[in-house]
């Protein structure tokens, strides 16, 4: 519905003193610094929230770095004889042989190393010079069974299934790069 034209118009001033004037271009100072401090404050809540997630993601680094390599070792040895298990099923044969010989290299390295860390540390108080002479010859056959091991699969597979007898088994790989 159209509107009706108005009748009279009226116009109302209101004038201002220097000091309302003032007051008023203070407020407006004030509200434009407002602005300005907000737009810095968001800026630096942005930054801080990225250092904050930079922090955390340092901090989670370290404690990968700390606990990582136990955790994996513990990962491993669960896993590994699951699927072991698993790929006898599947595909029974000489691959899966081998990869639990691999497997028995790899304790018995550890447990060399192990030995060797007790016996053969002379700061320890464990400290026994014929057990570790005993280790050492122990360490001697590990290795020449280990370059017979080595050297048998890389005559009898390709390098992918090599790497699927050493997968998982660090040192215990001819091409074992640790990271």
Known sequence: MPRRRPDAVYEYRISLSDFERDRINTIIQTQQTNVAVDGVTATLQAAGLALTGAGGLLAAFV????????IINDITDVTNPILDSIVDTILPGTPIEHRRMAQELAAKRAEIARSQTVYCTHSAETYDEAKCSLNGIAKDNYFTEL???????????TAGEASIIYYGLGDINPDFVES
């Open 63 to 70: 404690l990968m770095k700390w606990k990582a390599p136990e």
């Open 147 to 157: 370059t017979a091991f080595q050297a048998m699969v890389k005559n009898t597979y």
